[in-house]
């Protein structure tokens, strides 16, 4: 079966310091695999999404950067974080090209990222 | 481009109450997928359904039950009888090919805040 893992699953970081987040997924090969942000009270951002090894797409332009470093492993990182950067942070996987396979989308436990 | 709408920021009920949690989209698929998500206190989102644009049959889930009318662009979502553990956090989703390059990258709604009192 497919699982994906996330982690930390909480960070407290200052401003300023770098961030990097993991995700990895088993159980399937050439996922399509995403990063969405949560922020306190409000839905969710679709940050990032990756169809394949070192193929990036970002949806929102920010003090954010993503990697796809192997093909079930994405990562989201920070070169200096901002206090806007706060919230939480969700991975996804879906099947790629074929979302009518499965269940659609999967999603990590989640980082709680708190930025002070 | 793609649009889901959670009007409803936030419910509050007592428990066995039945609550309906609207859903309404835009877009210009005429192939697309509608999802509802749970999030729990914990955050970790749990998938609750999929429904493909072709399939306009309400479906029935033990307490939960979803009715697609593609006549008005909704995917509404009824708990009947609710339950304390059922307070969370809803979310609707959609996601189409075209519009999205054949990515089928999902938007989601701002979500609906579900408390359901004891």
């Known amino acids: 079966s497919q699982t994906i893992h996330q982690w930390p699953a909480t960070l407290v970081q200052p401003v300023g310091s770098p961030l990097s987040l993991e995700c990895t997924v088993e159980g399937t090969s050439n996922p399509n695999l995403y990063w969405y942000r949560q922020a306190a009270g409000r839905g969710l951002q679709l940050l990032f999404y990756s169809v394949g090894i070192g193929q990036i797409s970002s949806e929102v332009p920010q003090n954010l950067s993503a990697s796809r470093p192997q093909d079930r492993q994405f990562i989201l990182s920070s070169k200096k974080l901002l206090l806007s950067d706060s919230g939480f942070y969700l991975c996804?996987?879906?099947?790629?090209?074929?979302?009518?396979?499965?269940?659609?989308?999967?999603f990590g436990s989640g980082t709680r990222l708190t930025v002070v | 481009a793609q649009k889901v709408t959670q009007a409803q920021t936030e419910i509050s009920v007592v428990e066995k109450e039945d609550v309906t949690l609207d859903c309404v989209y835009e877009?210009?698929?005429?192939?697309?997928?509608l999802f509802w998500y749970k999030q729990p206190p914990s955050g970790e989102l749990v998938f609750l359904i999929r429904?493909?644009?072709?399939?306009?049959q309400n479906e029935i889930s033990g307490r939960y039950s979803w009715n697609f009318q593609k006549s008005t662009s909704s995917f509404n979502f009824t708990i009947t009888a609710s339950q304390v553990v059922d307070s969370a956090v809803y979310f609707c989703a959609l996601s189409g090919g075209a519009s999205s390059g054949g990515s089928y990258i999902p938007t989601f709604g701002r979500g609906t805040s579900l408390i359901v009192h004891p």
């Open positions: 429904r493909n644009s072709f399939d306009e």
């Open positions: 996804a996987w879906s099947v790629r090209g074929d979302i009518t396979l499965g269940y659609g989308y999967t």
């Open positions: 877009t210009r698929d005429t192939t697309y997928y």
